[in-house]
């Protein structure tokens, strides 16, 4: 919606014109003419999966999974924030289901579409709602929640409005992250969320340091502790564990100088033991943080000198190679790609550089830190990483891309395809390749060609 357009919308409380009357309007076909106010849930709220459902729309679910994509391209920037709106009203009903899909509805939509000014507006409705589903929620709306969280601050970027809005939620997600009596799942989700904010918004040193304190606490559980043992059990805190480890990875690359030092010296010698997890994904989150902190290792002092480097570098090279019959085809195939490019960054000091494609652009990964960053952002936006990239001032300042380019309508034109066109092409390759792949199989074939 364009700056000067006038809305006649209260900023807090959700809706209570052009978004709230069609709620209404929604609810009263669906229960039989009969209008029902949405109220916020209590804190007496006990029991809050047997209430009677009062929604706005009568099946906030389905605009959450498909949605954004129907109204990218059917829809109007009008449609979009009245739908929005709805959702945000919505994420007060009193049923734990429409909650949730609210939260989710709303995170889909602004991870595939900028919509900074009508964010701007709504910052305090929505952390309040946050909040809400984080303290009273149950473990898929604390996740639908942090997950919304991270999308909200990717939104808005670094600045005054990101800040308030990790003062307010930061002591929540670090207390589920803390929680034992916590969904696992729930603090996975909280600890990438708390990772992504502070990156964004944390102005405070000495709040970064105890956020890495904080994830330290966490993965440094799963450190070797026995030293005649010599593999590492996953638990079902593993799955934390790696969240926790990679939030802190992300964090370190923000940290001064001498706050690295301080870390390496802390970590260098105790992470590699995570490498003897029967955990495949704590394996490779240990070799690529490993990666990373020799990168900053050596980005600190050129002559950087690793004591344990012909043992490290054994074990690296045992993972690039790994051919164990009791582990799955797919997890050697995967951790011995990752740590075949983990060896060479560790002896060879090389890094595969990457190529990101995004609308006209190019993006080259050329170093650990820019792929982890990448990876982070990824895991938050999925598919509407590529979007944020061209579009968000914010990653794009990260990734060093510039102002975002601007195209005129007829370029962009130029550059879409249809669905219909994409499913010809698609089946065209797929044609192509089983063709090739027969006739490689064909014995006859391959007689005809030598004859």
Known sequence: MPKNKKRNTPHRGGSAGGGGSGAAAATAATAGGQHRNVQPFSDEDASIETMSHCSGYSDPSSFAEDGPEVL????????????????????LDKSAKTRQAALEGIKN?????????????????????????????KSDEQRAAAALASVLCIQLGPGIESEEILKTLGPILKKIICDGSASIQARQTCATCFGVCCFIATDDIT??????????????????????????????????????????????????????KKKLEMHFHKLPSLLSCDD????????????????????IESDFFYEDMESLTQMLRALATDGNKHRAKVDKRKQRSVFRDVLRAVEERDFPTETIKFGP???????????????TFKEVLGSGMQYHLQSNEFLRNVFELGPPVMLDAATLKT???????????NSAAFKARTKARSKCRDKRADVGEFF
Request: negative net charge; contains cysteine.
């Open 72 to 91: 990218d391209e059917e829809g109007t920037q009008e449609d979009l924030e009245y739908k929005l709106k709805g959702l945000i009203d919505l994420t």
């Open 109 to 137: 939509t602004l991870a595939s579409k900028m919509l900074y000014e009508f964010i701007l507006e709504r910052r305090m409705t929505l952390t309040d709602s946050i909040e809400r589903c984080l303290k009273k929620g």
């Open 207 to 260: 709040e970064l340091y105890s956020t890495l304190e904080c994830f330290e606490n966490i993965f440094t559980k799963s450190y070797l502790k026995e030293k005649d043992t010599t593999v590492i059990c996953s638990t079902p805190n593993t799955v934390l564990h790696i969240s926790s480890l990679l939030a802190w990875t992300l964090l370190l690359t923000i940290c001064p100088i001498n706050e690295v």
């Open 280 to 299: 495949v994904n704590m394996r490779i989150a240990a070799g690529e943080s490993l990666a990373l902190l020799f990168e900053l290792a050596r980005g």
């Open 361 to 375: 652009e190019r993006m080259y990964i050329d170093c650990w830190v820019k792929k982890h960053t990448y990876d």
């Open 415 to 425: 550059m879409k395809i249809s669905r219909f066109e994409r499913h010809l092409y």
